[in-house]
């Protein structure tokens, strides 16, 4: 039984990883290039090729999951379903499957030399991992119940958020600060990790609570 499982969440994500490896080498190409053309240009880079490279597949891979993720999962649900797996099942099994995924680029990450320690890239994977959940908890499971003008109403948030967002946190002083702060708590060591640890699991805790609660209980109509 669960080997028919992982053979079925396999093939409900499969797209999505080659959509994910695809990111990855997109991004070391790009790299490559721009080193190439810096150094052929007599152009001074700041930043590392490995910095480069891991803010590039960052980047990409938090730019379309965050985009398809919640649009696919209208898909993933009721072809689980179908499958024969219960809500249960294929619930834990595609938030096992994300966890995967996001701990497999992370480890590529550690793997490029940069100036981020494995402790902080670890500790972004697993904010970025809640951060999928409470949108899966809300946009998701909330585009399953009621249809794509939630998954419309989620993208014109987005935008919103990514053009209007950097623009709000440096007019506002306590959002600025407050913003910075979590970033150094990420980075700096000087902070109890103890307690950025604890933070950082309760949330995702909570996420994966609330995710669940939205999930179990909504209809699921196989043409949104």
Avoid: H
Wanted: charged share 15%; glycine share 8%; proline share 3%.
């Amino acid at each position: 039984m669960g080997r028919n499982n992982i053979k079925a969440i396999w093939q409900l994500k499969k797209n999505g990883e080659i959509w994910n490896l695809f990111i990855i080498v997109l991004a070391i190409v790009i790299g490559i290039t721009l080193q190439l053309i810096f150094k052929k240009v007599g152009i001074e880079d700041e930043a590392s090729f490995g910095d480069i490279l891991v803010a590039g597949i960052a980047y990409g891979y938090m730019i379309i999951n965050l985009f398809i993720k919640v649009f696919v999962l209208a898909d993933e649900v009721p072809r689980g379903l179908s499958f024969g797996m219960t809500r249960k099942v294929l619930f834990l099994y595609s938030r096992l499957a994300d966890l995967a995924e996001i701990l497999f680029i992370a480890v590529i990450a550690m793997l490029i030399p940069t100036s981020l320690t494995p402790n902080t890239i670890l500790k972004i994977a697993i904010a970025v991992y809640c951060l999928f959940n409470w949108i899966e908890a809300t946009a998701g499971n909330g585009m399953l119940k009621f249809g794509k003008v939630v998954y419309w109403i989620y993208y014109i948030l987005f935008l919103v958020i990514m053009i209007g967002g950097p623009r709000f946190i440096e007019s506002v002083s306590g959002v600025a600060d407050g913003t910075a702060l979590i970033a150094d708590m990420f980075i700096n060591p000087f902070y109890n990790q103890l307690y950025v640890w604890l933070g950082i699991l309760a949330f995702s805790a909570a996420g994966l609570f609330v995710n669940w609660l939205t999930f179990r209980k909504i209809p699921v109509n196989f043409s949104l």
